[in-house]
């Protein structure tokens, strides 16, 4: 069964403070990882999509990587609206050639100013 | 643009009521979704519509009726829902279903069960 686990579960930093989250992941056939910022109450906004080992990807004070089994999302001195629950999704070819993408359960930052 | 518009944002109703979810997009997407998420929760995937056509219905119970009238809309038509109904649900659209893209999702329709 495909397993996508991020960590940690909640993340509270500094302003200023760089940190990575990480996703780790058990898929055959991996077609594509996406990672999405989700505001409480909001739909998720999506950041990155991520295909193969060793591709980066950069936008603001993020940075998304990718290794066969996981991916890190690197921020940069984090400003407080940062803030938000980091989800990573993965995509791999499933059961009769399904693309459901499957989720993590994301990691809940808090950036205090 | 890679907006998708959800309507209405917030929706209140009864166990014997009949309301319907809306969800538009014009990004000339094929692929079209309905997920279910619960609080400290991950998206859960209800249903998927490719070229107009359910393709994925994750065994969602049939008070959940969904509906694609054209390639642009996605309906959710809601009845006889129980308390535990309750919850956001978020529309989401890419280009292909089963093409390796990522999908933009709407900000959601919080619904409550009374």
């Known amino acids: 069964e495909d397993q996508v686990t991020q960590s940690p579960e909640a993340l509270r930093l500094q302003e200023g403070e760089s940190s990575s989250l990480n996703c780790s992941y058990t898929v055959s056939g991996l077609r594509g990882l996406f990672w999405y910022r989700q505001d409480p109450g909001k739909g998720p906004e999506f950041l990155f999509t991520?295909?193969?080992a060793g591709e980066e990807k950069e936008k603001e004070r993020l940075k998304a990587t990718l290794t066969k089994k996981e991916s890190f999302l690197h921020i940069t001195a984090p400003k407080p609206e940062d803030s938000a629950t980091y989800l990573c999704a993965v995509q791999a070819v499933g059961a009769g050639g399904s693309y459901i993408p499957t989720f993590g359960r994301g990691t809940s930052l808090i950036v205090h100013p | 643009d890679t907006e998708v518009t959800q309507t209405p944002k917030h929706l209140v109703m009864g166990m014997t009521n009949k309301k319907s979810l809306k969800c538009e997009q014009h990004m000339g997407h094929r692929a079209m979704y309905w997920y279910k998420q619960k609080a400290k929760k991950p998206p859960e995937l209800m249903f998927v519509y490719s070229y107009e056509k359910l393709s994925i219905n994750e065994s969602v119970p049939s008070r959940f009726s969904p509906e694609c009238p054209n390639s642009s809309l996605l309906n959710l038509h809601l009845h006889a829902l129980q308390p535990e109904d309750s919850a956001l649900y978020l529309c989401a659209s890419s280009q292909e279903f089963r093409g390796n893209t990522e999908a933009f999702f709407g900000q959601g329709t919080r619904l409550t069960v009374v």
């Open positions: 991520l295909y193969s």
